[in-house]
């Protein structure tokens, strides 16, 4: 491939730093490209140039981009019924999404709320924790990202976005250090957080990423969650899991917790849920989710899309094809041909870190420059890469579920040599 960015992506850029915030969109003579089409885990841009997508578009698209079942039945719904009435006036479609989530879950999580985005399923998940607790501050993770609005900036763990925002985040979130597998223990780390929780007495609820995500896909030591779960449960904490970006199939299951048969005390999921409509819902205990009110017609929180009908449909067709197309047992199939071959990145002086699960991975290098050429590099030559880390130092990998074994192989090829071409 060559002329990467081509000539309208280039076109089209110039145009969008007139009329987009300058805060949204990184702008640079090589990057980025502008996408026109997809289709599985496929990529043409504007200008005709075809790439893989390495990324599920911030693992959104876990059955594929533009998948056939999905697209048949928002088409089919916009026939019907394109938006309800929320809170107010419920659709038949709605139900049969939380009866089929609740069938896909734990048992003991059945009663949820549905939203929009991730952010807002943290701040339902905040907002129950209030009610049913009665204190109002909370336990996160360093380097953790649960979104951007300023009730999940409250509970952020990336100073960065937090920081120019601090005059209305009054209540600092007690941060505890992400342990990370091969550093330590699950019980050494698990000891380590509980010291740290048991200090303070107004704590609402730990929240945590099973595998933190727009930190560089941190892995926690085996059996961590679930010690955990006994420290929550020891010391009147609500756990809080925020699968947002692993749910729905990406580490191999179709939630993170169901690796150590963990039940928290609320999930969060998103993402995946929708194929590319935005869905997303805060899940938990009915005990603990019962601490909201009886509605007598104005309820305390709510949106005006919840529950819309076309993210709905896209949601269950999503599920009916993560099942029938046994996505999820491929992405752990794929995951386990994957790791050897990420491993051998390790003997690269570039590359000072290889981990994930199923087809959720972080390469971490020196520093966030060396990533950011990288990813660059990687897409001329026809790959779509993310730069994440804390720090930026790290290429993340989160591929469709239905990326071709070929085209996944072609993937790390591509990395090699773009590691190799720029270290």
């Not at 026109?36 to 693992?59: L, Q, R, S």
């Not at 998948?67 to 019924?81: D, G, K, M, S, T």
């Not at 949820?112 to 993770?141: D, H």
């Not at 699960?357 to 779509?384: H, K, N, Y």
Request: glycine share 10%.
């Amino acid at each position: 491939m060559s002329g990467i960015p081509g000539a309208r992506s280039r076109s089209l850029a110039k145009r969008l730093r007139r009329y987009e915030s300058r805060n949204v969109t990184f702008l640079a003579d090589d990057f980025p490209v502008f996408w026109e089409t997809a289709d599985g885990a496929t990529v043409t841009d504007a200008d005709g140039n075809e790439y893989i997508d390495c990324t599920a578009a911030f693992g959104v698209a876990n059955a594929g981009h533009c998948n056939a079942r999905v697209v048949e039945a928002v088409v089919e719904q916009a026939r019907r019924l394109i938006h309800g009435m929320g809170d107010v006036h419920p659709t038949a479609l709605r139900l049969r999404l939380l009866e089929r989530l609740a069938g896909l879950l734990p048992a003991e999580l059945e009663k949820m709320y549905l939203a929009t985005t991730g952010s807002e399923a943290i701040e339902a998940a905040l907002k129950t924790a209030m009610l049913a607790t009665g204190k109002s501050r909370f336990a996160a993770y360093h380097d953790a990202y649960h979104g951007l609005s300023f009730g999940a900036l409250a509970v952020g763990g990336i100073e960065r976005f937090r920081r120019p925002f601090a005059a209305v985040l009054r209540g600092e979130p007690l941060l505890i250090d992400y342990p990370r597998d091969g550093e330590t223990s699950a019980s050494a780390a698990a000891a380590r957080t509980r010291d740290e929780l048991a200090r303070h007495g107004d704590l609402a609820a730990l929240l945590i990423e099973p595998i933190q995500g727009r930190a560089g896909c941190l892995v926690p030591p085996s059996g961590y969650l679930a010690e955990l779960r006994a420290v929550c449960d020891e010391l009147g904490v609500l756990m809080i899991v925020d699968e947002i970006f692993t749910g729905f199939g990406r580490t191999g299951d179709w939630f993170a917790i169901l690796h150590e048969d963990v039940v928290p005390d609320v999930i969060c999921i998103g993402k995946a849920m929708g194929s590319g409509l935005p869905i997303s819902a805060a899940v938990g205990r009915t005990a603990i989710m019962d601490a909201w009110p009886l509605s007598t017609g104005e309820a305390l929180h709510t949106s005006t899309y919840l529950g819309n009908p076309l993210a709905c449909a896209a949601a269950l067709a999503t599920i009916d094809e993560l099942e029938q197309g046994a996505l999820v047992a491929r992405a752990a199939t794929l995951g386990a041909l994957l790791a050897p071959r990420l491993a051998l990145l390790r003997s690269r002086a570039a590359v000072t870190a290889v981990r994930g699960r199923g087809l959720f991975w972080g390469i971490q290098l020196a520093g966030a420059a060396e990533a950011a050429a990288v990813v660059t590099d990687a897409l001329a030559r026809g790959v779509i890469l993310l730069q994440s880390g804390a720090r930026g130092d790290t290429i993340s990998l989160s591929p469709p579920l239905v990326i071709g074994e070929d085209q996944l192989m072609r993937s790390i090829d591509v990395l090699e040599d773009a590691i190799a071409a720029n270290h």
